[in-house]
């Protein structure tokens, strides 16, 4: 089984996998596919393509639906980076209340002064600034990274407000108990004084930060965003930014019209650039990748429902990616007829568009068999494990 990566990945990543797979730098026809930032809305994709496996949580760059229609499954590895990306969101805090980076570029300017010491004290409060104790932040999206700069900022001593309508109960008791949860914005946009997004790119999500917002929001707010630059809308930013609503606007996401503006405190994407982070996230994407090869198992997939399989008991197990249509469900049914008594498991799962199947079968699978299933419209892949 070839495994190709488009990105450099964690060599401890690809150590995790076993000697069934082969590691190679060739990338033009791979079965498996590892991924962090490049470009796949480009790629060809070629018949052999089984999976791609994103080694981070965020997929923008890679067509779901246009691997999904090949019966390319597409996992991500949520969490695996959270620690540090909250680690930065604490950093960026204590960066922005303390003007850090103000009184260190001070002190490169003024270094040929043999009297720096004496001179500091006279400089020193232009970058005074503030303690985050006792200070309310607002975060938006309550998931792994989320839920952790919730607690953080908890343990910090910050009153933490939490919004996610979204959020599992697992995740809610992963929270301290005295973080609250309040889904009505517009009670905590007044009253924060830093606000943290962690939500996802939607339609719904896009410019969800904008100039209506920010009238809401507390005069001198601290913004961090360390999701995705389209959930805050540039032009409305810098008028935020000019008024003072917005005191500092951290980012890990600066295009080019942020990163010209002033009170703007901006990373090179440097969130999940930790060697563990890096390390966490190519190990989970490997394991994932061989849990669907050798089980079928779908585990953290973005574009096919996930589906928790056991090792294969019988003599073989089908695989099905197809369409999520009823009359496709009911071929397959009709296909499965003359051995339906050599079925011994089945399995079906659907998520939007498409839908999932498995059969565990106690003889080998007739090759008629395989073929009849390949033609039926609307099936993207059959695979015998």
Same mark, same amino acid.
């Given at each position: ?147 952790? +700069?919730?607690?953080?900022?908890? =343990?910090?001593? /910050?009153? *933490?407000?939490?919004? $996610?309508?979204? %959020?599992?109960? @697992? !995740? &809610? ?47 001198? +707010?601290?913004?961090?965003?360390? =999701?995705?630059? /389209?959930? *805050?809308?540039?032009? $409305?930013?810098? %008028?935020?930014? @000019? !008024? &003072? ?141």
């Amino acid at each position: 089984m070839k495994v190709s990566c488009l990105n450099k990945i964690s060599p401890i990543g690809l150590n995790a996998f076993t000697s069934k797979y082969e590691i190679s730098k060739d990338i033009s026809n791979p079965d498996l596919l590892m991924v962090r930032s490049f470009n796949m809305h480009n790629y060809l994709i070629n018949e052999n393509l089984l999976a791609v496996a994103r080694a981070g949580a965020g997929v923008n760059n890679i067509p779901l639906e246009k691997m999904a229609d090949a019966g390319v499954v597409v996992f991500n590895t949520p969490g695996a980076n959270s620690n540090g990306v909250k680690e930065l969101v604490i950093a960026s805090m204590l960066m922005s209340a303390r003007d850090l980076i103000g009184g260190i570029d001070w002190v490169k300017n003024n270094k040929s002064d043999k009297d720096i010491l004496k001179s500091i004290e006279k400089a020193k409060s232009a970058f005074a600034g503030n303690e985050i104790l006792g200070k309310t932040i607002l975060v938006i999206g309550l998931g792994a990274i989320g839920g952790k +700069v919730a607690n953080a900022c908890d =343990s910090l001593g /910050l009153k *933490v407000i939490g919004y $996610d309508p979204y %959020i599992s109960d @697992e !995740a &809610k008791n992963l929270l301290n108990p005295s973080v609250e949860i309040n889904n009505k914005l517009e009670e905590s946009y007044p009253i924060a004084d830093y606000i943290s997004l962690h939500l996802p790119l939607l339609d719904s999500t896009m410019h969800m930060i904008n100039q209506s917002i920010f009238n809401q929001m507390k005069p001198g +707010v601290v913004l961090l965003n360390f =999701s995705r630059d /389209l959930l *805050v809308k540039d032009e $409305d930013l810098k %008028i935020a930014l @000019e !008024a &003072k609503i917005v005191k500092k606007y951290i980012t890990d996401f600066p295009d080019y019209y942020v990163a010209n503006l002033e009170n703007v405190i901006a990373f090179p994407h440097l969130g999940a650039s930790t060697e563990e982070s890096e390390d966490n996230c190519a190990i989970m994407a490997a394991k994932q990748l061989m849990a669907y090869i050798e089980k079928g198992e779908i585990i953290n997939s973005v574009n096919y429902p996930n589906v928790n399989l056991d090792t294969c008991a019988t003599k073989a197990r089908m695989i099905i990616l197809a369409k999520n249509q009823p009359s496709i469900a009911r071929e397959i049914a009709k296909a499965f007829v003359d051995i339906e008594q050599h079925i011994k498991a089945k399995m079906s799962k659907v998520r939007g568009e498409h839908a999932f199947y498995a059969f565990d079968i106690d003889q080998d699978i007739p090759l008629a068999l395989i073929n009849a299933i390949e033609h039926i419209e609307g099936i993207n892949r059959v695979r015998v494990i």
